[in-house]
């Protein structure tokens, strides 16, 4: 099979390797649509993202959905035929946050396109069953793989403890602060604001339904969200930019009693956020990381058609042109790339 791997920032070089073989518990997918996500993009231009260092030649992209191929002796509930959208973290299921039901938090997770495990910009991948997710049929390949930025944003949601007719701020229309303004919404939120540094991005966003936009390159983030909440501040303020201003105004246009869910990584760990606030409004500050038991919540919202991920995409380009896909994530004004592999 065909890989494009990648062997050094900024290089991908297609490689034939032999075709993965289920073991006795997977699925062998025949891989469709591949997102590209930012993090894919961090790791092609610098080889690495904090700790996590690409050694050895790495195959990238995990927001993947494809068809089942084959499947391992013991798989029961997923067929030859079906296609599938891939939950990329497996995690060990035996630990203690697995225990806990936290299984995002598992230290031991492998994890699609995080150095060592190789992700799916490649034509099959042998996956554990239980973490492939048969879509139904009006659900498409494209939004399959979407399931992953998706899940990001219904992580956010239930951590930002988002309720029926809240006013959520989410700072940062890429495509996760995108993908959880469709979260806060069908959570219950009745007012959504969304702030970006980009004209595109807040148009976007106002047609995907954001009742009021914010561009605090331009105007003053504080005082608007104050004007738009009757000086209130916003319920919950889901932070999706990793702005190191985004992450410390989300103190001040919160409520009191209102609750941050911190999803945007910013460039250092370190950024102050005033405790007094925290303290003396009860803020409730949560930190989102990736997802749990979401896929089915995901692919059920998507059936019903109560979310649209689709609308995000800017492009798709075969895997042949991976490189010229991943340059061209590089405007500002677009969202989301896609990779077609196979027919
Ligand atoms: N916690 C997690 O599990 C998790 C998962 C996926 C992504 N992330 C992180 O979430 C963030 C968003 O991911 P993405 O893929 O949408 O990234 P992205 O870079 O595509 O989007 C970020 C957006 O924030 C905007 N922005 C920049 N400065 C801003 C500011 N001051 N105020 C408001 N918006 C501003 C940018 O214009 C851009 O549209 C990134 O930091 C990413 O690393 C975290
Ligand atoms: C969750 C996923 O989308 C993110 N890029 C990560 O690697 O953690």
Same mark, same amino acid.
């Given at each position: 099979m065909r890989s494009a791997v990648?062997? /050094?920032? /900024?290089t991908f070089e297609f490689e034939e390797r032999p075709r993965p073989e289920p073991g006795p518990t997977d699925v062998l997918v025949a891989v469709g649509r591949v997102g590209i996500c930012g993090s894919d993009v961090h790791y092609y231009r610098h080889g690495r993202i904090g700790d996590f260092v690409v050694e050895n030649p790495l195959v990238l992209g995990h927001e993947s959905a494809g068809e089942v191929v084959a499947v391992g002796?013991?798989? /029961?509930?997923v067929a030859v035929g079906d296609r599938v959208a891939l939950e990329p973290g497996v995690p060990c299921l035996d630990c203690d946050a697995c225990r806990r039901? /936290?299984?995002?938090?598992? =230290?031991d997770v492998r994890f699609?396109?995080?150095?060592p495990i190789d992700g799916a910009f490649t034509e099959y991948v042998a996956w554990p069953a239980e973490f492939a997710y048969p879509l139904p049929e009006n659900v498409s390949t494209r939004a399959g793989a979407l399931c992953e930025p998706l899940s990001v944003g219904l992580h956010a949601a239930r951590r930002g403890n988002v309720d029926v007719g809240d006013t959520v701020l989410i700072t940062g229309g890429g495509p996760i602060g995108m993908l959880a303004m469709e979260a806060a919404r069908v959570a219950g939120a009745s007012e959504i604001i969304l702030s970006d540094v980009v004209p595109e991005k807040l148009e976007r966003a106002r047609a995907r339904g954001a009742d009021a936009t914010v561009d605090p390159s331009q105007e003053d983030l504080v005082e608007r969200v104050a004007e738009l909440t009757s000086a209130d501040g916003v319920d919950v303020v889901i932070e999706a930019s990793g702005a190191d201003t985004a992450i410390r105004s989300t103190t001040e246009v919160v409520r009191r009693g209102g609750s941050i869910a911190l999803v945007g990584l910013a460039g250092e760990g370190e950024i102050p956020l005033d405790t007094h606030d925290i303290i003396n409004d009860e803020l409730d500050v949560h930190g989102s990381f990736r997802f749990r038991n979401t896929y089915p919540a995901a692919i059920d919202l998507l059936a019903s058609g109560?979310?649209?991920?689709?609308?995000?995409?800017d492009f798709e380009m075969p895997l042949s042109e991976l490189t010229a896909a991943f340059e061209r994530?590089?405007? =500002?004004?677009?969202v989301k790339g896609m990779v077609t592999v196979g027919d």
């Open positions: 990648l062997t /050094e920032p /900024e002796a013991d798989v /029961e509930d039901g /936290e299984y995002n938090l598992c =230290p699609m396109a995080t150095p109560d979310v649209d991920v689709e609308g995000i995409i994530t590089d405007d =500002p004004s677009l």
